[in-house]
């Protein structure tokens, strides 16, 4: 695997989600859009700002992700399923950049967490 491209590929993913994150946090202050005086008018912000926190709100859970990665990437753990400590597949972590568990463990989804697999 190519480790450097993989790593180039997540900082790259790691600057777009704090972009847009910062972008969203600061809309949400309103530092270039104060509230309106207007109440019509605040309830659309406000309906605007439930969009936006769930913009940030997606973009740190993505950034947290990406960061793991990184950090797993930097101990040679990247390929490691964190769950069964196999492999994971190369074409998951393709598809898949931040994932930590191979294929099998995320179809038998966190309730296999810390047991071993039944069938
Ligand atoms: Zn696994």
């Known amino acids: 695997m190519d480790t450097e491209a993989v790593r180039e590929r997540l900082l790259k993913r790691r ?55 990184l950090r797993r990437l930097a101990a040679g753990r990247y390929t490691h399923c964190a769950l069964c400590g196999g492999d994971i597949e190369p074409e998951r972590l393709a598809a898949v950049p931040c994932t930590d568990r191979c294929r099998s463990c995320a179809e038998a989804g966190p309730k296999a967490r810390g047991r071993g697999a039944r069938s």
Do not use: C, K, W, Y
Request: glycine letters at 2%; a negative charge.
């Open 15 to 69: 600057e777009e989600l704090r972009q847009r994150a910062s972008e969203a946090s600061a809309d949400l202050r309103h530092e270039a859009d104060p509230l309106s005086a207007d109440f019509a008018e605040q309830v659309t912000q406000r309906e605007n700002d439930d969009v936006l926190g769930a913009i940030s709100n997606s973009a740190q859970v993505e950034l947290q992700q990406v960061e793991a990665a």
